[in-house]
Structures are given as structure tokens and as C-alpha cells.
């Protein structure tokens, strides 16, 4: 595709995607098929958004496709925008199991198909067997599809009423994130930007697996995103690449629940990149034995 397409159908995408407006499903839907990768990923994206609020008979079909797609990325956001919506997704359960038992498949993917598959089952359990759940927030007793929809997107239940406070920022944020994520490592995973990708391919270069950008669970009703997750040693690398006072507040947040946690973490910062091999060598020498 022509460079210059591709950059105007990704902007499109990307303005669709953060309207959250019902009306536009039917351009996503065919933008979910564009021959250009990163258009489609942010397609699928979004249209995982606005479960709750189209006509799910249209989506999922599309969706279903999608799982099979041949880039990874595509399929992960397939996979998650299933499980948000919630029961009407069950017929995908067959399929969202064979991904999560594949052993040729991407560990993000296969872990993320297992959260799928227990989110549409816990939605089918509140629906079938009426069973109580209630919203994290506000206490009031929610159906299943507000379940799947607010577990896929915060990992925690909320009404809809609470979902739409505190859904808007974190749907820009998502997004924003999503967009950078433009730059190939070595191994195929995206990074947003050239430290991340040195260090991304430094880990691979010396076969340490990592998870990248995932959300993690680290302490009850507080999930926090690190950069890199090394499972193997149970380490953290954050990447600290951004200068703003509202990023540097986070920052501060993030180190202290580290802290608190008693976590392993390696902090990285941009001048650190010239001389990473040293730097994350030593760094990481206090947790690992490196070769
Ligand atoms: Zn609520």
C-alpha cells in the first residue's frame, strides 16, 4: 500500500477509534480488513471499544476472522475485543481454546485467550445462573455484559454508569499507546521508541524472554503497566523515556508500589541508551547471572 494512504487510513482509524461513536462501526468494520497491518490492528481495537453499543451479530463474525489473522498483534487485539463483548461472544469460546492450548502461538496471546475465555464464561454464569456481581465503585449490582466489558477493559467490575467516568481518559490513553507502538524490535514485538527498541533487542540478542507493555496485576485493585517483565527472574525493567510533570507524578507512583512490593526493578533513562550494553549489563547482574 502507498505510504501515503496508509498514513491518512491510519489517522482515520485512530479518529474512529477515539469517537467511541456506534455510527462509525461499519468503516471499522471494513477497515478491519485493510491490507496495510498497522490499520487493521487499530480496526480491531476499536471496535473491541464499542462493544455494548453496536450490533454484536455484525462485529463478532469479523472478529472471529481476525483470530486467525496472520500478524500476531491483530490477533491479540481480536482476542481481547472478544472477550468484551461479553456473552455474545460464546461462540468464539471453541476458538479462544485452541489458541490459549496452541503451543506454537505467542505466550500474549495464548495468556490473553485464557482471560477471554474466563471473562465470556463468567458473563454466561451471571446471565445463566444469576449470578451477583457488584460494581467495584458504586456497589450496584451489574448484569453480565457490563461484567465482560468492564473486566476486558480495567480487570475489575463496574457498572456502566462508573465504566463511562473513568472509561474516556483511559480509551485516549489506550489509544495513544497503541498508535506509537510503530517501531519493529528484532524478535517482531512494537515498541514506541528507540530506547525501548535497544533494550527490547538487547534482551533478545541474549535470549532473555520478556513481556512487553502488558498490564500486570501487581497488588489488589491496582494494576500497574511495566515496560518489561523478565518472567524467568521475576524482574521489572521501566524505561523512564518521558519528561512531562504529569508523566514524572505516575513515575513517582509507579516506583513507590515497586517499592512497597518489594519488587525487582531496573530503571533505564534516555541517557542511558549510548551506553545501554554496560548500563543494563550491570544493572541486571545484581538479580541475574549473566554470560
Ligand atoms: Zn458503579
Known sequence: MDKKIEKQLTARTVELG??????????????SDCSAFHVKRLAVSALGKLAGKVDSKKVIPVLLARIRDCHAQVRQYAIKALAAYGTDSESALHDLRDIADNPTEKDYNRRDAKKAIEIIEGAIRIKNEKMKKYCQKCNAVIDGDEYSRSMKAFQRPY?????????????????????????????????????????????????????????????????????????EFDVYIEYWGMDTIDYKIGMLKKLKLYQQQGKKLISLYPEDKNNLDIILKSKLSKYIRLT
Not at 19 to 26: K, T, Y
Not at 179 to 189: F, P, V
Not at 190 to 199: A, N, P, T, Y
Open 159 to 231: 457498572c456502566d454508569k462508573c465504566f463511562d467516568e473513568v472509561y474516556l481518559s483511559r480509551r485516549n490513553y489506550d489509544t495513544k499507546v497503541e498508535l506509537n507502538k510503530n517501531i519493529r524490535a528484532n524478535d517482531g514485538t512494537f515498541v514506541q521508541s528507540d530506547g525501548e527498541l535497544k533494550i527490547a533487542d538487547w534482551l533478545t540478542a541474549r535470549k532473555i524472554k520478556y513481556r512487553y507493555d502488558e498490564r500486570i496485576r501487581i497488588i489488589d485493585n491496582y494494576a500497574i503497566r511495566p515496560d518489561y517483565y523478565l518472567s
Open 18 to 31: 477515539k469517537s467511541g461513536d456506534a455510527a462509525v462501526v461499519d468503516e471499522l468494520l471494513k477497515l
